[in-house]
């Protein structure tokens, strides 16, 4: 019989705890795909963040850490620092990433540090229950902008692709999303350039993900996957923003 | 044998490595020894200081707060320590720029123009050192020449040829409080 | 080995170096910095690595990321900064981290001062981060014994996967003594399966997963009676103190760290008048002693003990514990840095004595 798909053996044989219509199972595949396809298994730890992925040191047969809110990158940093010749990726949310964990993500780039980074921006807080986040867009409802975003209140969403690019430590910046066929094979093709650019030593790598929380938006699936389109896109472009 | 001295004075008058030599020596030839630079609230005040024991036994506090020998580079170094020196001690007093004369009736006071010795050898950078060969002509604990030996370890033999200036400075001191 | 003239900061670092430590991670803060300096210069000799990290959470995170990829390494702060390490410390406690972090406390609370202090006794004793944990807690009064203290500490940390922290007052950093360090050239560092070197499928080493994280109370329940049988054990086994002159004494000093060694000064002095004293000073502050403590201050010679910290008064605590009232213990001592002078102790017991 001619095998037409085969589940990657870099994602261990669980059950993901994650919503209907989220993208987190989607990224975790691609990851594990890419670690494969790079033959890169052995060799490779991740880092878990604490936001909805938490749990996903139970889902990625790697050595993998669970890091404390933000810290992922520092934490990866020691690791890579002890095995150089080794790869580790860190997996963050926007709350982890783009606000308690800001400083560690700017100085793992700053210092060119050879990891790679996967950015979930999915414009809330989700497993706290659908708080702003830093991502959150100008208008958009959460719990706890409940009239939505005032940008008077609390600033304009942060765009942290576009902020990292311009550290010179960074050697692979991009930002993708899960919103479309052409674009699911875009955003493997960046996490494999990512990965390859921590096997090539040139610095540091990330992928800003443009992701659905149908669950917190308060959107069915599909209306999600319409809403990365229609008001994220707009906001946060997507493309290559770095590499050398 | 212990010896708790006290060595103070400005910042930048080298009183630190006075106390680092003192200590650095005493280790060479043998005894116990210990270097605490200013701590407490005796940091406040226009002066910087070391204290350095030096002892053939086992040293328990470190602190030196009623010195045997009380090196003072500077006027409010005279005025605030002169009182804590334990009675029968010594101070050694830098004459070129404090004004002032020691109180105490039960202590020796030596008076040793440190600068003008050292404008005399044609180096003021040796001021110190010249006080610190007035300490050692009297206290005798450790030997001028171990004193050298242990400035050539921080020197390096690169700044060797530093060593014969500090020699003289610090036979001077000495010849200071004969 | 010749002995050789160094400021407790560098010595501290050299034993780490001597004790198989190649990584450190940390961010400035006074006063110890002569750590990171010192370990800037000499890990890369070693081939080790030295990163000044961007905030002290972050270099307690690094630590946490090298200590899980199986690697002796340490961090070092002071005060202020080792509050900032609390969330990487009590990670580091329940991913079971060996790792070595020294604090050079200064005074406090908040920003405080830049001089030695003994402030953070509870915050290094009672878990200074959040959540069931201890930590194992030495505190050196000599640069020597603190040299001697950083490859134990690096073994106990490895024995029982834990942080170990170093708890030193500011003078042990900044003051000079003479040291032996002990070369180790044939130091063979234990095997660390657990750690993540690599995971092969089917190899024999398992999948490592380094996590504080035990959303089941189940799973959280197993985590904590595994580390608390740990510590039970850490408590039978590695109690350290110091007793001195303590045999028939009238009275019993308690202190720790540097201010033990006033203490000893003032027995001198109170010997000379012809009382007798003891001290009797806690080497590990977590396990407390508190056997020793309690034997030394309970026996027929003695009247009374007295506590000494620079601090308001936080080891007295663990002091009235163990004498559990079989005889009453004073405290003595100030915050805000200021170290009791042998002079004083001795005053104070002659007022005690007098009633």
């Given at each position: 019989m001619t095998v037409v798909f085969k589940k990657t053996p870099v994602l261990r044989d669980v059950p993901l705890h994650y919503c209907p219509g989220c993208g987190h199972g989607i990224v975790h595949r691609m990851v594990a795909e890419v670690i494969e396809e790079l033959g890169i298994q052995d060799k490779c730890a991740g880092v878990a963040p604490v936001g909805c992925a938490v749990f996903a040191y139970n889902y990625f047969e790697v050595d993998m850490y669970e890091a404390?809110?933000?810290?992922a990158?520092?934490?990866a940093?020691?690791?890579?620092?002890?095995?150089?010749?080794h790869y580790i990726f860190t997996y963050q949310g926007d709350?982890d990433l783009?606000?308690?964990?800001?400083?560690?993500?700017?100085?793992?780039?700053?210092?060119?540090?050879?990891i790679t980074t996967i950015f979930i921006n999915n414009a809330i807080?989700g497993m706290?229950?659908?708080?702003?986040?830093?991502?959150?867009?100008?208008?958009?409802?959460?719990?706890?902008?409940?009239?939505?975003?005032?940008?008077?209140?609390?600033?304009?969403?942060?765009?942290?692709a576009?902020?990292?690019?311009?550290?010179?430590?960074?050697?692979f910046i991009a930002r993708c999303a899960l919103n479309s066929t052409p674009n699911l094979i875009k955003t493997k093709a960046a996490i494999k350039k990512a990965f390859e650019t921590q096997i090539?030593?040139?610095?540091?790598s990330m992928v800003e993900i443009l992701s659905p929380c149908p669950t917190n938006w308060?959107k069915s699936p599909a209306?999600a996957m319409d809403w990365i389109a229609?008001?994220m896109i707009?906001?946060y472009?997507l493309?290559t923003?770095?590499?050398? | 044998?212990?010896?708790?001295?006290?060595?103070?004075?400005?910042?930048?008058?080298?009183?630190?490595?006075?106390?680092?030599?003192?200590?650095?020596?005493?280790?060479?030839?043998?005894?116990?020894?210990?270097?605490?630079?200013?701590?407490?609230?005796?940091?406040?005040?226009?002066?910087?200081?070391?204290?350095?024991?030096?002892?053939?036994?086992?040293?328990?506090?470190?602190?030196?707060?009623?010195?045997?020998?009380?090196?003072?580079?500077?006027?409010?170094?005279?005025?605030?320590?002169?009182?804590?020196?334990?009675?029968?001690?010594?101070?050694?007093?830098?004459?070129?720029?404090?004004?002032?004369?020691?109180?105490?009736?039960?202590?020796?006071?030596?008076?040793?123009?440190?600068?003008?010795?050292?404008?005399?050898?044609?180096?003021?950078?040796?001021?110190?050192?010249?006080?610190?060969?007035?300490?050692?002509?009297?206290?005798?604990?450790?030997?001028?020449?171990?004193?050298?030996?242990?400035?050539?370890?921080?020197?390096?033999?690169?700044?060797?040829?530093?060593?014969?200036?500090?020699?003289?400075?610090?036979?001077?001191?000495?010849?200071?409080?004969? | 080995?010749?002995?050789?003239?160094?400021?407790?900061?560098?010595?501290?670092?050299?034993?780490?170096?001597?004790?198989?430590?190649?990584?450190?991670?940390?961010?400035?803060?006074?006063?110890?910095?002569?750590?990171?300096?010192?370990?800037?210069?000499?890990?890369?000799?070693?081939?080790?690595?030295?990163?000044?990290?961007?905030?002290?959470?972050?270099?307690?995170?690094?630590?946490?990321?090298?200590?899980?990829?199986?690697?002796?390494?340490?961090?070092?702060?002071?005060?202020?900064?080792?509050?900032?390490?609390?969330?990487?410390?009590?990670?580091?406690?329940?991913?079971?981290?060996?790792?070595?972090?020294?604090?050079?406390?200064?005074?406090?609370?908040?920003?405080?001062?830049?001089?030695?202090?003994?402030?953070?006794?509870?915050?290094?004793?009672?878990?200074?981060?959040?959540?069931?944990?201890?930590?194992?807690?030495?505190?050196?009064?000599?640069?020597?014994?603190?040299?001697?203290?950083?490859?134990?500490?690096?073994?106990?940390?490895?024995?029982?996967?834990?942080?170990?922290?170093?708890?030193?007052?500011?003078?042990?950093?900044?003051?000079?003594?003479?040291?032996?360090?002990?070369?180790?050239?044939?130091?063979?560092?234990?095997?660390?399966?657990?750690?993540a070197?690599g995971y092969t499928p089917g190899?024999?080493?398992?999948r490592s997963v380094?996590n504080?994280l035990?959303?089941?109370?189940?799973?959280?329940?197993?985590?904590?009676?595994?580390?608390?049988?740990?510590?039970?054990?850490?408590?039978?086994?590695?109690?350290?103190?110091?007793?001195?002159?303590?045999?028939?004494?009238?009275?019993?000093?308690?202190?720790?760290?540097?201010?033990?060694?006033?203490?000893?000064?003032?027995?001198?002095?109170?010997?000379?008048?012809?009382?007798?004293?003891?001290?009797?000073?806690?080497?590990?502050?977590?396990?407390?002693?508190?056997?020793?403590?309690?034997?030394?201050?309970?026996?027929?010679?003695?009247?009374?003990?007295?506590?000494?910290?620079?601090?308001?008064?936080?080891?007295?605590?663990?002091?009235?514990?163990?004498?559990?009232?079989?005889?009453?213990?004073?405290?003595?001592?100030?915050?805000?840095?200021?170290?009791?002078?042998?002079?004083?102790?001795?005053?104070?017991?002659?007022?005690?004595?007098?009633?």
């Amino acid at each position: 019989m001619t095998v037409v798909f085969k589940k990657t053996p870099v994602l261990r044989d669980v059950p993901l705890h994650y919503c209907p219509g989220c993208g987190h199972g989607i990224v975790h595949r691609m990851v594990a795909e890419v670690i494969e396809e790079l033959g890169i298994q052995d060799k490779c730890a991740g880092v878990a963040p604490v936001g909805c992925a938490v749990f996903a040191y139970n889902y990625f047969e790697v050595d993998m850490y669970e890091a404390a809110h933000g810290r992922a990158p520092a934490v990866a940093t020691g690791f890579k620092r002890v095995h150089p010749d080794h790869y580790i990726f860190t997996y963050q949310g926007d709350g982890d990433l783009a606000s308690i964990g800001t400083a560690e993500i700017v100085h793992a780039a700053h210092r060119g540090e050879k990891i790679t980074t996967i950015f979930i921006n999915n414009a809330i807080y989700g497993m706290t229950g659908g708080q702003m986040a830093p991502t959150t867009l100008v208008g958009q409802k959460t719990t706890t902008s409940p009239l939505g975003r005032d940008k008077d209140h609390c600033g304009e969403p942060i765009r942290m692709a576009e902020m990292l690019a311009t550290i010179n430590g960074s050697a692979f910046i991009a930002r993708c999303a899960l919103n479309s066929t052409p674009n699911l094979i875009k955003t493997k093709a960046a996490i494999k350039k990512a990965f390859e650019t921590q096997i090539a030593r040139k610095g540091f790598s990330m992928v800003e993900i443009l992701s659905p929380c149908p669950t917190n938006w308060g959107k069915s699936p599909a209306e999600a996957m319409d809403w990365i389109a229609d008001a994220m896109i707009p906001y946060y472009p997507l493309g290559t923003f770095k590499e050398v | 044998m212990v010896e708790r001295n006290l060595f103070a004075g400005f910042g930048g008058q080298g009183v630190l490595l006075m106390g680092q030599l003192l200590a650095q020596a005493g280790m060479m030839e043998g005894k116990n020894t210990t270097w605490v630079p200013s701590y407490g609230p005796e940091m406040r005040g226009g002066t910087a200081n070391c204290s350095v024991t030096l002892s053939d036994q086992e040293i328990d506090s470190p602190l030196v707060t009623v010195p045997t020998a009380l090196v003072a580079m500077n006027r409010p170094s005279l005025e605030k320590f002169e009182k804590t020196v334990a009675p029968g001690g010594s101070i050694f007093v830098n004459s070129s720029i404090v004004d002032i004369k020691v109180q105490r009736t039960d202590v020796n006071a030596y008076y040793v123009p440190c600068n003008e010795i050292a404008a005399e050898l044609g180096n003021d950078k040796v001021s110190n050192m010249i006080m610190l060969g007035a300490y050692l002509g009297k206290s005798k604990c450790v030997e001028i020449e171990t004193i050298l030996e242990a400035l050539l370890e921080k020197l390096g033999q690169k700044k060797a040829k530093l060593i014969p200036l500090n020699r003289e400075a610090l036979l001077k001191g000495a010849e200071c409080v004969k | 080995m010749a002995k050789k003239l160094m400021k407790g900061c560098e010595a501290i670092a050299e034993a780490a170096i001597q004790a198989g430590c190649r990584y450190f991670f940390g961010y400035p803060i006074t006063p110890q910095n002569d750590i990171p300096e010192y370990m800037s210069l000499r890990l890369p000799q070693v081939g080790g690595c030295f990163l000044q990290a961007e905030s002290e959470l972050a270099a307690i995170n690094m630590v946490y990321g090298a200590g899980g990829a199986g690697a002796r390494v340490m961090t070092s702060s002071s005060s202020p900064g080792i509050s900032l390490k609390q969330e990487g410390i009590s990670t580091c406690a329940a991913a079971e981290i060996p790792c070595v972090v020294v604090n050079m406390m200064r005074g406090g609370p908040g920003l405080g001062n830049i001089q030695a202090s003994q402030g953070d006794y509870f915050q290094a004793v009672k878990g200074g981060g959040h959540g069931d944990y201890h930590l194992i807690v030495y505190a050196p009064s000599s640069i020597q014994e603190a040299c001697d203290m950083m490859q134990k500490a690096f073994d106990v940390a490895d024995q029982y996967r834990t942080p170990v922290m170093i708890l030193a007052d500011g003078l042990i950093g900044q003051m000079m003594e003479p040291v032996e360090l002990k070369t180790n050239p044939d130091l063979v560092l234990p095997e660390k399966p657990w750690a993540a070197t690599g995971y092969t499928p089917g190899g024999k080493k398992p999948r490592s997963v380094l996590n504080s994280l035990y959303i089941e109370t189940e799973d959280l329940d197993q985590l904590l009676e595994r580390l608390f049988a740990r510590y039970a054990v850490i408590e039978a086994n590695e109690q350290m103190w110091e007793t001195y002159n303590t045999e028939g004494a009238e009275y019993i000093l308690c202190a720790y760290g540097t201010v033990a060694r006033v203490c000893k000064a003032a027995i001198r002095i109170l010997g000379e008048q012809g009382i007798k004293v003891g001290l009797v000073r806690p080497i590990s502050l977590w396990p407390f002693p508190s056997k020793a403590v309690h034997d030394a201050i309970v026996q027929d010679s003695v009247k009374e003990a007295l506590t000494v910290e620079v601090s308001s008064g936080q080891m007295v605590e663990d002091v009235r514990l163990a004498v559990n009232g079989e005889r009453p213990v004073q405290f003595m001592g100030k915050a805000g840095s200021y170290i009791p002078t042998a002079e004083e102790i001795a005053e104070r017991i002659l007022q005690m004595r007098r009633g």
